[in-house]
C-alpha cells in the first residue's frame, strides 16, 4: 500500500504521478488502469468519520506474466516507496 495522501483535492494527482514514473524491473515501460476501491481502513485523516477506502490500480509492463495490483492511501502521507520488483524513472 502507497500512502500518497493529498485527500481529494489531490489524491488522484499524486496517484497518477506515482503511477506515471514506474517502469518494469528493467526500465519497461508500464500500463495501468484503475479497478475501484476496497478495503475499508481506519485512519484520523478521513473526512468520512475515520474511515477510509483504498484506490486499486493494476500495472502490467512487456513481457509480465501477469498484471500486478497497487493500492494507494489518499488519506495518509509517507515518503512513497518502489514496489518490489518494479524501476522508477530518474
Not at 29 to 39: E, F, K, N
Request: charged share 20%.
Amino acid at each position: 500500500m502507497q500512502n500518497i495522501g493529498g485527500g481529494f483535492d489531490s489524491g488522484s494527482d499524486r496517484t497518477y504521478q506515482f503511477l506515471n514514473a514506474l517502469r518494469g524491473p528493467h526500465g519497461e515501460a508500464l500500463t495501468y488502469s484503475r479497478i475501484g476501491t476496497c478495503c475499508e481502513f481506519k485512519t484520523p485523516n478521513s473526512p468520512f468519520g475515520g474511515v477510509g477506502l483504498l484506490e486499486v490500480y493494476e500495472v502490467r509492463y512487456a513481457g509480465a506474466a501477469e498484471g500486478r495490483r497497487l493500492y494507494f492511501n489518499w488519506y495518509d502521507n509517507a515518503e512513497p516507496l518502489v514496489p518490489a520488483g518494479l524501476s522508477a524513472a530518474k
